[in-house]
Every structure is written in structure tokens, then in C-alpha cells.
């Protein structure tokens, strides 16, 4: 009897099915042994404990040094007389500690102390000098500090509302007219000393009468 290729109850049709019956065989078990494998892994982890588990890291900046550097000597010995700086070339002095007092005095002048962000301002009056906290002028022209008389930086760090940790900036605040007048002068010459007097006029150091030199300190 002739068989047809499709007709698998021969030989050749039941060992086809025969392969394939046991390929789903192996595929199942290697499924089963699969997920067995992954439910164990599951397990384990499962139950190791948080304090076992790394912590992640954080690189911490090395501590600040706790120890300040020294605040620098403030200067005792002061100059002929204060000395603002108005602009490169010329120097703008107060003809004597005398007359820087005189202008204080008349609040014609202010003079300042600044720490940080605070400013304090000189006060003259019947008790001797002192120093009371202000707001911070506008417009400030800068004192070089070794011009600044040593009675006036000793009343400033024996005023009890002041923690100097180190050199305060000094600075005065001019009258309009006295800047209008250095201003006029400044443009006379290319460079010089100009002096402010008692009575807030200006005029240059080499052209001052000799009399006021009795005005020192």
C-alpha cells in the first residue's frame, strides 16, 4: 500500500512528533528550572538586612582651620597731618590734626570708621572723642590710615559698642564747597599736596603761609 507524504501514522510521521513532543519537554523543564533560579535570587536578597547593604558615599571638604589669622597692628604714629587720597598724582591733606578736630567738631567734616558692612562716626564734644554707629555715607573719601591721628584710633577701640578684629578704613566726607574747590586746583596743576584748613578752605601745601605749621600735633 503507497502512503502519502502528509500521512503521519508511518515511521517517519512518528518520529517527527516524537522529536517535537520532547522539545516542548525541554523547554518547559529549563522554563521551570528558570524561574525556580529567579525565585531563590529573590529570596536572598529579599532577606539580607539593610545594615548589610553598602551606603553609598559622600566625599566630605576637609574641616575650615578653626584658628583666625592675627589681625594686623593698628599704626600709633600718624603723619604731619591726615592725608585723603583724591586721585593719582595729588595728595589731599588736613592742614593739621588741629584743623581735622575743628571741621570734626563743627560737623563741617565727617569722619568715619567702617568694620565690614558697619560705620561709626567721630564725635567731638565736651567729654573728648567718641564714636557713635551710623549708616554709611554715600560718597566717602579714603584716609590712608597711618595719617589718622592717634587720638582719634584710641577713642575709636575704647568706644564699647566697637569689636575691632582688625584695621578699620577711615574715610571723611568733604563739604560741596571744599570739593568744588579742589576741583578748580586740581586742574591748575598736574600733581601736588593740597591742604584743607580750619575754616574748610583748600590751597596748596608750597603756597601756605608759614604760620600754619603751629597748627601740628
Sequence with gaps: MTRLPWDRDGPEGHTRD?????????VMRFMAILAFCLVAVFALVQGVPMSARPEPRV?????ADPTPEPPAPVTEEAATSPAVS??????????????????????????YAL???RAWRLRVGGKGLGFYPTLRPAQLHLMAAETVPV???RALRQTAT?????????GVTLPETTRTAVS??????????LLIRSDASVGWADTDAPAKEGDGP
Design 151 to 153: 587720638e582719634i584710633s
Design 59 to 63: 566625599e566630605s571638604a576637609p574641616p
Design 18 to 26: 516524537s522529536g517535537m513532543e520532547e522539545l516542548q519537554s525541554d
Design 86 to 111: 583724591p586721585r593719582p598724582g595729588y595728595s589731599l591733606r588736613f592742614a593739621s590734626n588741629a584743623a581735622l578736630l575743628d571741621l570734626a567738631a563743627a560737623d563741617t567734616v565727617g569722619l
Design 115 to 117: 568694620v565690614d558692612a
Design 184 to 193: 578748580l586746583l586740581m586742574r591748575s596743576r598736574p600733581g601736588g599736596v
Design 162 to 170: 566697637i569689636s575691632v578684629a582688625r584695621p578699620p578704613t577711615w
